[in-house]
C-alpha cells in the first residue's frame, strides 16, 4: 500500500481482548498486516520475548507495533512496583498512557476491554464486551470508524466508537470474623431471593462511578455490623465465572456477635462442609481467609482485634489456640506476647461467675520494635 492516507490503524489489547477471541484477532491481525496495514499491540504487560513469543505462537498475532505501557514509563524514569510480578504504579499514568499513544501515532480505532481508559481518548476507543453469546461475534464495517455486533438471523446493533455497552460486572465481598464459644465465627446471612442458603456480605462494584473498593468493603461492614473502624485489609481477586469478585476481611470483637444472632457459624465446620448450606466458591474464599489468618497472627497484632479493649491472658490465648489449631503453653505464651507487644495490667479484675481468684484484666498497648 502506497498511499499513507488508506492505510488503517488499529490498536488491540492483548487482556480481555485478543486472548479472549483469539482466533477473530489472529485472522484480523494477519490480514491487515499483510495489506500493508498497521497493528499495534497496546498492553501494560512488560515488553520481553516471553511476552512476544506469547503474542506470536499462542495468540497467533501479527502487528507492526508493540507497546508495553510498563516497559515504556520504565524507560523514561516512572517508579514501577512489583507485587506478586505485576506491575503498579501512579492510576493517573497509567489510564492516561494507552489514550496519549494512540494519540501520538494517530490509531483510527483502539480496542480495548476496561472502560476506565476510554475518557482519556481523542481518538476512537471501543470497548469489548465478552458478553455476546456464541452464536454473536465482533466484525469490523467495510468502511467507517464503528465495529457492529451480528447475531444469527437478526439485525446488526451498531456501536459507535464511544461505546456505552454495559461495564464489566465487579463485586466486593467480605469475611467478617469474630472469636466466640472459643472458636473463630464467619458472618453468613442468608443468600438474597434464597432464604435456604447462606453466603458472604457483597456489594456491587462499578469502577467508572468513581469510589475505591476499600470504601465498598466499609459500607459491608458497616451495614452487617455497625462498626466502621477495626482490623481489615484485602484478601485475594477472583476470577469466578467471568466475574471479578474482589474479598476483604474484617475481625471484629465478641460483642458484634450479639447484633446477628443465628448468622454466625464457626469456620472449621464451614470450611469442613458440615455447616452451612454453602458455594464451593464461598468456601474456598473462607480456607484462603484461613491461611491468611494463621500466616499473620504470629507477626501481627492481628489477634487483638478480636478482643474487647480489656481482656485477659487466657482469652488472647484462646484465640491464638483457636486460629493455630494447637494447644500452646501459657508461660511461654506470655513471654512470646510481651517480647512482641505491650501488654498493660489494669488494677480492675474480670468478675468470675465461678469461686476462685479473679484473673486480671490486660490492654494492649502497641507493637515492640524486635523484628
Same mark, same amino acid.
Given at each position: 500500500?502506497?498511499?499513507?492516507?488508506?492505510?488503517?490503524?488499529?490498536?488491540?489489547?492483548?487482556?480481555?481482548?485478543?486472548?479472549?477471541?483469539?482466533?477473530?484477532?489472529?485472522?484480523?491481525?494477519?490480514?491487515?498486516?499483510?495489506?500493508?496495514?498497521?497493528?499495534?499491540?497496546?498492553?501494560?504487560?512488560?515488553?520481553?520475548?516471553?511476552?512476544?513469543?506469547?503474542?506470536?505462537d499462542q495468540l497467533?498475532?501479527?502487528?507492526?507495533?508493540?507497546?508495553?505501557?510498563?516497559?515504556?514509563? =520504565?524507560?523514561?524514569?516512572?517508579?514501577?512496583?512489583?507485587?506478586? !510480578?505485576?506491575? *503498579?504504579?501512579?492510576?493517573?499514568?497509567?489510564?492516561?498512557?494507552?489514550?496519549?499513544?494512540?494519540?501520538?501515532?494517530?490509531?483510527?480505532?483502539?480496542?480495548?476491554? &476496561?472502560?476506565?481508559?476510554?475518557?482519556?481518548?481523542?481518538?476512537? %476507543?471501543?470497548?469489548?464486551?465478552?458478553?455476546?453469546?456464541?452464536?454473536?461475534?465482533?466484525?469490523?464495517?467495510?468502511?467507517?470508524?464503528?465495529?457492529?455486533?451480528? =447475531?444469527? !438471523?437478526?439485525?446488526?446493533?451498531? *456501536?459507535?466508537?464511544?461505546?456505552?455497552?454495559?461495564?464489566?460486572?465487579?463485586?466486593?465481598?467480605?469475611?467478617?470474623?469474630?472469636?466466640?464459644? @472459643?472458636?473463630?465465627?464467619?458472618?453468613?446471612?442468608?443468600? +438474597? !431471593?434464597?432464604? /435456604?442458603?447462606?453466603?458472604?456480605?457483597?456489594? #456491587?462494584?462499578?469502577?467508572?462511578? @468513581? !469510589? /475505591?473498593?476499600?470504601?465498598?468493603?466499609?459500607?459491608?461492614?458497616?451495614?452487617?455490623?455497625?462498626?466502621?473502624?477495626?482490623?481489615?485489609?484485602?484478601?485475594?481477586?477472583?476470577?469466578?465465572?467471568?466475574?471479578?469478585?474482589?474479598?476483604?476481611?474484617?475481625?471484629? +470483637?465478641?460483642?458484634?456477635?450479639?447484633?446477628?444472632?443465628?448468622?454466625?457459624? #464457626?469456620?472449621?465446620?464451614?470450611?469442613?462442609?458440615?455447616? #452451612?448450606?454453602?458455594s464451593l466458591f464461598?468456601?474456598?474464599?473462607?480456607?484462603?481467609?484461613?491461611?491468611?489468618?494463621k500466616g499473620k497472627? &504470629?507477626?501481627?497484632?492481628?489477634?487483638?482485634?478480636?478482643?474487647?479493649?480489656?481482656?485477659?491472658?487466657?482469652?488472647?490465648?484462646?484465640?491464638?489456640?483457636?486460629?493455630?489449631?494447637?494447644?500452646?503453653?501459657?508461660?511461654? %505464651?506470655?513471654?512470646?506476647?510481651?517480647?512482641? *507487644?505491650?501488654?498493660?495490667?489494669?488494677?480492675?479484675?474480670?468478675?468470675?461467675?465461678?469461686?476462685?481468684? #479473679?484473673?486480671?484484666?490486660?490492654?494492649?498497648?502497641?507493637?515492640?520494635?524486635?523484628?
Amino acid at each position: 500500500m502506497n498511499h499513507k492516507d488508506d492505510i488503517i490503524r488499529l490498536g488491540i489489547d492483548v487482556h480481555g481482548v485478543a486472548d479472549t477471541f483469539p482466533d477473530f484477532f489472529s485472522r484480523l491481525s494477519r490480514e491487515l498486516v499483510a495489506h500493508g496495514h498497521e497493528v499495534h499491540i497496546i498492553t501494560g504487560t512488560e515488553h520481553t520475548r516471553s511476552l512476544e513469543h506469547y503474542l506470536k505462537d499462542q495468540l497467533g498475532l501479527a502487528w507492526t507495533h508493540l507497546f508495553s505501557v510498563t516497559t515504556h514509563h =520504565k524507560q523514561g524514569g516512572t517508579e514501577v512496583t512489583y507485587i506478586d !510480578g505485576n506491575p *503498579y504504579m501512579d492510576n493517573r499514568i497509567w489510564n492516561r498512557s494507552k489514550a496519549e499513544y494512540c494519540r501520538r501515532n494517530g490509531i483510527q480505532l483502539h480496542i480495548d476491554d &476496561s472502560d476506565v481508559y476510554g475518557k482519556y481518548f481523542t481518538t476512537p %476507543f471501543a470497548r469489548m464486551v465478552d458478553s455476546l453469546s456464541h452464536e454473536e461475534d465482533l466484525v469490523p464495517l467495510a468502511e467507517g470508524g464503528e465495529w457492529h455486533a451480528t =447475531k444469527a !438471523g437478526s439485525e446488526p446493533r451498531t *456501536y459507535s466508537a464511544k461505546t456505552t455497552c454495559p461495564l464489566p460486572t465487579v463485586s466486593v465481598e467480605m469475611v467478617i470474623a469474630a472469636f466466640a464459644d @472459643g472458636e473463630i465465627q464467619v458472618l453468613l446471612p442468608p443468600k +438474597p !431471593g434464597r432464604p /435456604d442458603l447462606r453466603a458472604l456480605p457483597f456489594l #456491587p462494584f462499578t469502577p467508572s462511578e @468513581g !469510589g /475505591d473498593l476499600e470504601v465498598c468493603a466499609t459500607r459491608i461492614l458497616s451495614t452487617m455490623t455497625g462498626l466502621k473502624q477495626t482490623w481489615m485489609e484485602q484478601l485475594k481477586t477472583y476470577d469466578e465465572s467471568r466475574h471479578l469478585v474482589t474479598s476483604y476481611f474484617a475481625l471484629v +470483637p465478641e460483642k458484634a456477635v450479639a447484633s446477628r444472632q443465628g448468622d454466625w457459624f #464457626p469456620l472449621g465446620e464451614v470450611i469442613a462442609q458440615n455447616a #452451612p448450606h454453602l458455594s464451593l466458591f464461598h468456601r474456598q474464599v473462607l480456607s484462603d481467609f484461613h491461611e491468611r489468618l494463621k500466616g499473620k497472627i &504470629s507477626y501481627t497484632p492481628i489477634a487483638f482485634a478480636l478482643l474487647d479493649e480489656r481482656f485477659t491472658w487466657t482469652e488472647l490465648r484462646c484465640i491464638y489456640e483457636a486460629v493455630l489449631e494447637k494447644p500452646i503453653d501459657p508461660a511461654n %505464651f506470655r513471654k512470646m506476647i510481651r517480647t512482641h *507487644y505491650t501488654i498493660r495490667s489494669l488494677k480492675e479484675k474480670k468478675v468470675k461467675a465461678t469461686a476462685g481468684r #479473679p484473673p486480671e484484666l490486660l490492654t494492649y498497648g502497641g507493637t515492640r520494635d524486635v523484628y
